[in-house]
C-alpha cells in the first residue's frame, strides 16, 4: 500500500507517543502503515461514574487528508480490537507491553458513560469537527478526551442518544454535531 | 441586449478598478437575447425579479461596499475591509459602528492585528521544518500571519483547499491562533487563475442559504436568480390558481419555477407537478399493473399472471387449486364450470380490476406523450447545435468579409430556435395538466389548443430537421435564409399559440370552469 502523503508527520507523531508515555494512556495496537490506531484510555481518578478497572479502548483512524483533515475517532469495544489483530497478524507488536493485562481484562471493555458520547461510541467533540486545525495531533485528541472523561460527573448519555444510535452513519466525521454545551 | 442589462446600474457605475479586484464582466451569452416575451422580469404575474450571474453579484453585494468601509477607516486595506465585512455580514455601518465604538474588540473577533499593522509574509526561507507534514526542507516557500506561525506552502495549500468550500474566514494554522488569512493572499496560495476564490465559495454558501435565491435548474447553467417581490404565492403552494406560479428567468433565459425550482412547468400548477413526479417515479402504477393483470392466490396470497388458457390454476407455491374466474377453490364448483355460478359475489373484484387497468391506460395514454415530448426536447436540442454552430461560422465568414452578409439576416434563427424550446417545453407540461383535468366542454377547449400547438411545434421541428438534412450539407445558409420566412411564421405561431393556452388555461380555471381530479 502506498504510504500516507503526510507520513513523515504521522511517524513523528508516533515516536513521540511511543517515546512520552502519557499517564494513563496506552497504545494497543495499530496497523504498519500508521493509519490506524487503538488507545486504551484510563480514567485518572476513581469517581462514581468511572471505577479504575473500567477500560475504555479508542480508534483513531487517519482519513487521507489528514492532518488538514480530522481523523475518525470513536470509542470501540475490546473485541474488535482482537478483530484488528485478526486483519493485520503477520504483525508483530513490540511495543505492546500489556499484551497479557488486556488479554485477562477482555470482558471489561466498554463506552464510557458521557453526556457527549453516545452509546456507538461516537463522540461530540468540537475538537473532530469545526475546531480542529491541522497543528493538532494524535496527542491533542487522546489527551483532550481523556480530560473530558476525568472532568465528568455526569452518569448519563446524551439526551438523543436513543434516536441517534439508530439512524447514526457508520461513520462519525458523516453527523453534523451541533456543539450546543460546552460546559461538560 | 438592453431588456436584461440596462436594469443593472452597477453595470455602468463600477468599472473602476482597484488591487484587481473589479475586473470587467464578460458573460457573453450563447443565445443573444431578444424581445422580450411575457415573462421577464417584472412582467410576470406580479413577481419582480433579478437574473444574476456570481461575478456581478459578488461585485455589488460585497466589494463596492469596500469604499464606503475604506472612507471610515483609510488606513484599511482592502483586505482588512472585506474581513471586516464579511465578519458583519455585508453591512458597512455595522462595521464603521463596531469600528469606532469598541475597535479592539472587533479586530479580535475578526482574527486581525490592528489596522495598518498586518504583517503577513511569503517568505523563502533555509533549512525549515514545518510542523504540519513535519518534512525537512533545505530550502521552501512559507507563509505567516502576524502571528508569525510559519508553515510550508504547500500544507497551506492542502489546508485552505479543504476549508474553502465552507465559504468562512480562514485562520492560521496553529491551534487557538485567530489571525485570518486575508482573500487576496489565499488567491496567490492556491495559484488559482480566477481571482477571489473565497468570495466565491462565501457567495455560493450565502445564495444556498438563502430562500431569496434560487440556482437555474437546467444543466450547466450557472445563473441564479433572486426575487426581488413576491407575488404571495408561498402562502398557498396548493394553489390552482396558475396566475401566481413563480415563473422567473435566468440570465441565460431559462425560464424556472422558482417554487418548486424545476424548468418552466405552464400550465400546470406546481401541486400538479409534485403529484405528477411522484407518480412517474414511484411504482404506484406498477402496483395498478399487477392488480389489473395478476391474481393473488387465495391462499398463499403470491400474484398469479395467467399465460395460458386453461382457467384451472394450481398455484406454484402452494399447490392450491382453483378457478381464474371466481378464485373459489377449484374442487367445490367444478362442475359449473363456464357458468361458474360464484361470479356474482366477485363482481366488485372485477370492477375493481376493470377500473384499475382503465386508469393504468388512461396514465400511460399521457405519460407516453410526456416522454416523447421530452426525448423530442433532447432531439431538438441536437438540431439547434448544429444551427447553431452553422449560424457561428457564417458570422465568422462575415467577419472576415469573405461574403457580404449582413447579421439582420440571419437574426431570427436564434429567436425560431427558443421559441421551438419553449414550445416544446409547454407543450410537454400540457399532457401532465391533461392527466389530471376532468372532463368538461372546456377540458375539450383546452384539447384543441393543445393540438394547435402540437402541430406548430411539429411542423417547425421538421423544418428544422429538413434543413440540415444531409442533401443540403454545402449550402444549409441559404436554404435556411430561403425558408426565412416560413421559419419566423412558424415561430411565432408557436409563440402566440402557447400564450392563448397558458392564459386561456389561467382563466378558466380561476373562474372554475377547469377543474382538477387527483
Keep these: 500500500m502506498a504510504k500516507h502523503l503526510f507520513y513523515r508527520r504521522i511517524l513523528k507523531e508516533y515516536k513521540a507517543l511511543v517515546e512520552n508515555k502519557l499517564p494513563g494512556i496506552t497504545l494497543v495496537k495499530h496497523t504498519e502503515d500508521l493509519t490506524d490506531f487503538v488507545f486504551?484510555?484510563?480514567?485518572?481518578h476513581a469517581n462514581h461514574i468511572y471505577s479504575q478497572s473500567d477500560l475504555y479502548h479508542l480508534s483513531i483512524r487517519i482519513t487521507p487528508d489528514y492532518p488538514v483533515d480530522s481523523p475518525q475517532v470513536q470509542f470501540i469495544l475490546f473485541n474488535e480490537v482482537i478483530d484488528l489483530d485478526a486483519e493485520d497478524d503477520e504483525h508483530d507488536n513490540d511495543e505492546d507491553e500489556d499484551e497479557d493485562d488486556d488479554l485477562i481484562e477482555v470482558g471489561q471493555s466498554k463506552i464510557p458513560m458521557h453526556p457527549h458520547i453516545y452509546s456507538n461510541g461516537h463522540i461530540c467533540l468540537n475538537l473532530l469537527g469545526e475546531d480542529w486545525s491541522p497543528a493538532c495531533?494524535?496527542?491533542?485528541?487522546?489527551l483532550s478526551i481523556q480530560s473530558m472523561l476525568n472532568s465528568n460527573d455526569k452518569n448519563e448519555r446524551p439526551p438523543d442518544d436513543v434516536n441517534y444510535v439508530k439512524y447514526a452513519p457508520v461513520n462519525p466525521k458523516k453527523t453534523t454535531f451541533v456543539y450546543h454545551d460546552d460546559a461538560v | 441586449m438592453s431588456d436584461i442589462e440596462s436594469d443593472f446600474e452597477y453595470e455602468d457605475d463600477f468599472e473602476g478598478s482597484e488591487d484587481g479586484l473589479y475586473e470587467s464582466e464578460d458573460d457573453s451569452q450563447s443565445l443573444v437575447p431578444t424581445q422580450e416575451d411575457n415573462y421577464l422580469r417584472g412582467e410576470y404575474n406580479n413577481l419582480e425579479y433579478y437574473p444574476w450571474t456570481i461575478k456581478p453579484f459578488i461585485r455589488y453585494n460585497f466589494q463596492d461596499k469596500i469604499a464606503s468601509v475604506r472612507n471610515h477607516i483609510p488606513l484599511a486595506t482592502v483586505d482588512e475591509a472585506l474581513?471586516?465585512?464579511?465578519?458583519?455580514?455585508?453591512?458597512?455601518?455595522e462595521v464603521i459602528n463596531a469600528y469606532f465604538d469598541k475597535p479592539q474588540e472587533l479586530l479580535n473577533?475578526?482574527?486581525?492585528p490592528a489596522i495598518g499593522t498586518s504583517n503577513n509574509q511569503f517568505e523563502t526561507v533555509k533549512k525549515f521544518e514545518c510542523s504540519i507534514c513535519c518534512e525537512k526542507f533545505r530550502t521552501t516557500r512559507v507563509y505567516s500571519l502576524t502571528c508569525k506561525h510559519k508553515y510550508c506552502l504547500d500544507c497551506y495549500m492542502r489546508y485552505i483547499q479543504s476549508s474553502i468550500q465552507s465559504g468562512n474566514l480562514i485562520k492560521c494554522m496553529s491551534t487557538k491562533c485567530s489571525y485570518v488569512v486575508p482573500h487576496s493572499d489565499i488567491d496567490k496560495i492556491i495559484g488559482n487563475k480566477e481571482e477571489n476564490q473565497l468570495l466565491l465559495a462565501?457567495?455560493?454558501?450565502?445564495?444556498d442559504a438563502s430562500s431569496k435565491f434560487k440556482w437555474c435548474p437546467s444543466t450547466d447553467c450557472q445563473g441564479f436568480t433572486e426575487i426581488i417581490k413576491s407575488n404571495g404565492y408561498e402562502s398557498d403552494l396548493d394553489s390552482s390558481d396558475i396566475s401566481k406560479v413563480p415563473i422567473v428567468s435566468c440570465v441565460d433565459r431559462h425560464e424556472f419555477c422558482f417554487n418548486c425550482n424545476y424548468e418552466n412547468h405552464l400550465p400546470c400548477p406546481c401541486w400538479i407537478v409534485k403529484l405528477?413526479?411522484?407518480k412517474c417515479q414511484d411504482d404506484s402504477e406498477t402496483a395498478n399493473w399487477i392488480e389489473a393483470n395478476t391474481h393473488s392466490c387465495p391462499k398463499c396470497d403470491s400474484s398469479i399472471e395467467k399465460n395460458g388458457g386453461c382457467n384451472h390454476m394450481t398455484c406454484k407455491k402452494c399447490s392450491h387449486q382453483f378457478c381464474w374466474i371466481c378464485l373459489g377453490s377449484w374442487k367445490e364448483h367444478n362442475r359449473d364450470y363456464f357458468k361458474c355460478n360464484k361470479f356474482k359475489e366477485s363482481k366488485s373484484i372485477e370492477e375493481r380490476k376493470n377500473k384499475s387497468k382503465l386508469s393504468l391506460q388512461r396514465y400511460l395514454h399521457?405519460?407516453?406523450r410526456f416522454a416523447i415530448h421530452e426525448s423530442s426536447m433532447k432531439g431538438d436540442l441536437r438540431t439547434l447545435a448544429i444551427i447553431h454552430e452553422i449560424t457561428r461560422m457564417y458570422m465568422e465568414k462575415r467577419k472576415n468579409q469573405e461574403q457580404n452578409l449582413s447579421w439582420n439576416d440571419i437574426q431570427f434563427l436564434p429567436d425560431a430556435i427558443r421559441g421551438l424550446i419553449v414550445g416544446r417545453k409547454t407543450l410537454k407540461w400540457t399532457y401532465c395538466f391533461a392527466y389530471y383535468l376532468s372532463k368538461s366542454n372546456f377540458a375539450q377547449i383546452f384539447e384543441s389548443n393543445q393540438d394547435f400547438l402540437n402541430k406548430t411545434v411539429e411542423d417547425l421541428s421538421e423544418l428544422f430537421e429538413k434543413l440540415i438534412s444531409k442533401d443540403n450539407k454545402d449550402n444549409v445558409v441559404d436554404i435556411i435564409l430561403k425558408e426565412k420566412n416560413k421559419i419566423i411564421n412558424l415561430s411565432e405561431l408557436i409563440m402566440t399559440r402557447k400564450r392563448t393556452l397558458v392564459s386561456g388555461t389561467i382563466l378558466n380555471?380561476?373562474?372554475?370552469?377547469?377543474r382538477f381530479e387527483a
Excluded: M
Aim: aromatic residues 14%.
Design chain 1, 40 to 44: 486504551r484510555i484510563k480514567v485518572n
Design chain 1, 137 to 142: 495531533s494524535i496527542e491533542t485528541i487522546v
Design chain 2, 83 to 93: 474581513i471586516l465585512l464579511q465578519y458583519k455580514k455585508w453591512q458597512p455601518d
Design chain 2, 109 to 112: 473577533a475578526c482574527g486581525l
Design chain 2, 202 to 207: 462565501h457567495a455560493r454558501a450565502f445564495i
Design chain 2, 276 to 278: 405528477w413526479i411522484k
Design chain 2, 366 to 368: 399521457f405519460y407516453k
Design chain 2, 509 to 514: 380555471v380561476q373562474q372554475d370552469l377547469l
